[in-house]
């Protein structure tokens, strides 16, 4: 964080680098007000040093649009052939005139960039402010965000010559007032009374787990090396089982099992993973995930040669730690449904720390160091978000371009779409319907959430509604237009009618069972929705490596053209919010639970239809 790394320097060895005359400043980003949520403290000690990204143009990215289409189409002959490390970068690399540009800029007023990301499409430098408000016309200042307490560095406006005009994108963080930490969702946690141990007064209470307040100082563990090879197995036939009655008001992972035809039998090839992403400083305790697996999937016990730490890897981004002794309710119910659900398939738990300068920074830093890599994740689940209008366009589409990356050479991208119903991300007051992101981008998998069966029906804080940012994509025009022809004008002037539409899909999100710090909780969330559909995709990509296939990708394309066989239609719900009804759900299509719940069966027998 940029308030937590304020160094202070006696004297200055170096000029400021005041623009020449000939180099004269165009505004290039400007905001009229501070926005809600942040207060003016001040103008910036002059000493204290930023972290500034500089976002170059990339040279292509309709064309890295035009090649994820391409392989992600089930109609392309391209289908699943994904693309390499080398082509995708390619798209992404600025052009060498760009990076020339702004190289030259900075030097001219004494300023070293580095490179910061695999393909060179950002800079990354750091100046004290004085140097700063010089270089940019800039005037940075002190602000509180009023709910965390944290502070930023922020200026009202910059400005750049027109030398680097088309070249330079955006520099970050600058007019960016984004969260300083990324929100979970606003987690319903209920104690659950167990034989062996008494609750409190006999009652059961409900509360909200808020967003932490202050960093953590963590233990580090490393990422777990995993050597050991599986066992080759008959490929997981899907359970045939009805949902046992209990599963109406406790989900556990025999429930999703039996709801969507999961395969309870282990992973039966080495190359499927899964990884699940977490931030500010959420850890989950691997003897948490050791009795959950005792009591939940008592079944797999035979097949469990692993010890309690070696249940899932950990990897380190931002300083990120896994406390092995302080397990948060977010990444226990990620871990716990993530491995509970994909038997035997090598799960990663990826932290990312605080060495940033604010929430969404977090986000473009666990995405360059997964795209650096010469093999990328085959599913990447998050329940973290922000909301949209809080997320400058820019930075929105560059990291929009950062999960294209990753789903153009084969990994799923799936994202929890928020529990504030139409209000945003968590319930919050507001005039107009407010969109969650991630999830409005046009190349991730958006998931709301479900309760109950038989039927199932949408939960009502299950996000959704229409991007700001986004337009609608083609692959969801049939499904989103037939929608709004039966919403006519409700809802009207409240919300973008040709912006993405999300969510994509849903799965369960309420009565979660979780075991945190050796006790048995009940949590809801669409934090619980994202790792359930994250589960099911690795089971997926499994059996289709068994079959010598290419692992699933980016899902969009291939669950809006053929949903409707292969998906759980979910037809009653509402979300509301901003003192609405929000949407409703209906058949087909909707904003809430989008084209349904999946069925695993019905999936894969889809998939193979059309190899």
């Not at 009795?291 to 939940?296: A, M, N, T, V």
Request: with cysteine; hydrophobic share 35%; proline share 6%.
């Amino acid at each position: 964080m940029v308030a937590a790394g304020l160094l202070l320097f006696g004297l200055f060895s170096f000029s400021l680098g005041r623009p020449t005359a000939h180099d004269i400043l165009h505004v290039h980003e400007r905001r009229t007000e501070v926005p809600n949520g942040f207060k003016y403290v001040g103008k910036a000690d002059p000493t204290a040093m930023l972290d500034l990204r500089i976002a170059l143009v990339q040279s292509n990215p309709s064309g890295l649009e035009a090649a994820l289409y391409d392989v992600s189409n089930p109609d392309s002959a391209n289908y699943r052939k994904h693309l390499s490390k080398a082509e995708v970068d390619a798209m992404v690399a600025p052009k060498p005139e760009s990076v020339q540009a702004v190289k030259t800029w900075l030097s001219k007023n004494n300023i070293s960039a580095e490179t910061a990301s695999p393909s060179g499409d950002w800079l990354s430098i750091q100046v004290p402010v004085a140097q700063a408000n010089h270089l940019l016309d800039a005037q940075f200042s002190e602000y509180t965000h009023e709910q965390t307490g944290l502070t930023a560095l922020r200026t009202m406006s910059y400005s750049v010559p027109a030398s680097v005009q088309g070249h330079l994108d955006f520099i970050h963080p600058t007019t960016s007032f984004v969260n300083l930490r990324p929100v979970p969702a606003a987690l319903q946690v209920i104690p659950r009374r167990q034989n062996r141990t008494k609750g409190r007064g006999g009652k059961q209470r409900s509360f909200t787990i808020p967003a932490p307040t202050a960093a953590a100082s963590f233990a580090i563990k490393s990422l777990a090396t995993k050597t050991a090879s599986k066992t080759t197995l008959s490929q997981p036939q899907a359970q045939t089982a009805t949902p046992d009655a209990s599963c109406k008001t406790k989900i556990t992972p025999e429930c999703l099992q039996a709801i969507y035809n999961i395969p309870s039998a282990p992973a039966s090839n080495n190359q499927s993973n899964l990884f699940v992403a977490s931030f500010v400083g959420e850890s989950a305790d691997p003897a948490d995930l050791q009795q959950f697996l005792g009591q939940f999937r008592s079944d797999i016990k035979q097949n469990a040669k692993k010890s309690a730490d070696s249940l899932f890897a950990v990897k380190s981004v931002d300083g990120g730690t896994n406390n092995l002794v302080g397990a948060t309710t977010e990444a226990t119910l990620d871990i716990q449904y993530a491995v509970g659900l994909a038997t035997d398939v090598d799960t990663t738990f990826v932290s990312v720390g605080t060495n940033n300068s604010d929430g969404i920074a977090g986000f473009l830093d666990v995405i360059n160091d997964l795209i650096a890599q010469d093999e990328v994740p085959f599913v990447l689940t998050t329940s973290f978000g922000f909301n949209e209008k809080d997320v400058p366009v820019g930075l929105a589409n560059n990291l929009c371009n950062a999960y294209a990356q990753l789903g153009a050479r084969g990994t799923t991208v799936l994202f929890g779409s928020g529990d504030g119903g139409v209000s945003g991300i968590q319930n919050t007051d507001c005039t107009t319907f407010q969109p969650t992101f991630p999830s409005t981008c046009p190349f991730v998998t958006s998931v709301g959430g479900t309760k109950s069966f038989g039927p199932e029906v949408a939960t009502s804080f299950s996000s959704g509604g229409f991007s700001n940012t986004f337009a609608r994509p083609t692959y969801q025009d049939d499904a989103v237009s037939a929608y709004l022809d039966k919403l006519g004008k409700t809802n009207a002037g409240l919300f973008n009618r040709s912006g993405r539409a999300f969510p994509d899909i849903a799965a369960q999100a309420q009565n979660f069972q979780i075991v945190r710090g050796g006790k048995v909780v009940s949590v809801s969330g669409t934090s619980a929705a994202s790792p359930t559909v994250g589960g099911l995709v690795a089971l997926l990509n499994d059996a289709i490596f068994n079959d010598g296939g290419k692992p699933l990708g980016f899902l969009n394309p291939f669950l809006y053209k053929f949903g409707p066989g292969a998906l759980n239609d979910i037809t009653q719900g509402n979300n509301p919010g901003c003192g609405t009804d929000g949407f409703a759900a209906a058949e087909g299509w909707d904003p809430i639970t989008g084209l349904g719940t999946p069925d695993f069966a019905k999936l894969l027998s889809t998939v193979r239809k059309n190899t």
